[in-house]
């Protein structure tokens, strides 16, 4: 079982899941609901300013952490859980769609 402190740096773990654990590791669900929860907070604080300050901010960095964060777990769920995976797949839609739009947003000077 992995717990929180591994699950917040689950990126590595799941790519080295099958060499490392074979095919049955497993994450607890309230770790994942964290994660999951993590990307959503994340996104909420960084679109919540102006126009200038969405730009200035690293948008891509911040929230590209967390996306694969949430990818690298998305393995290790039991398919039982079906809510919290698609939860967690418009959690990552939602957030890549930030990014395209800061993107697309023109630039601002500093």
């Known amino acids: 079982m992995i717990n929180v402190l591994t699950a917040l740096n689950i990126a590595p773990y799941a790519a ?6 074979g095919t049955h590791a497993k994450l607890r669900i309230a770790d994942f609901r964290a994660l999951v929860d993590s990307l959503s907070w994340s996104r909420n604080d960084l679109t ?10 690293d948008i891509p ?3 590209g952490r967390h996306i694969a964060r949430v990818e690298g ?7 039982r859980y079906t809510s919290d995976i698609e939860s967690a797949r ?3 839609e939602y957030a890549q769609r930030v990014i395209e739009r800061w993107h ?7």
């Open 16 to 21: 080295a899941n099958d060499r490392e654990f």
């Open 48 to 57: 919540g300013g102006t126009r200038e300050e969405f730009k200035r901010q």
């Open 61 to 63: 960095g911040r929230l």
């Open 73 to 79: 777990a998305l393995p290790l769920v039991h398919a």
């Open 90 to 92: 418009s959690a990552i």
């Open 104 to 110: 697309a947003a023109p630039a601002v000077s500093r």
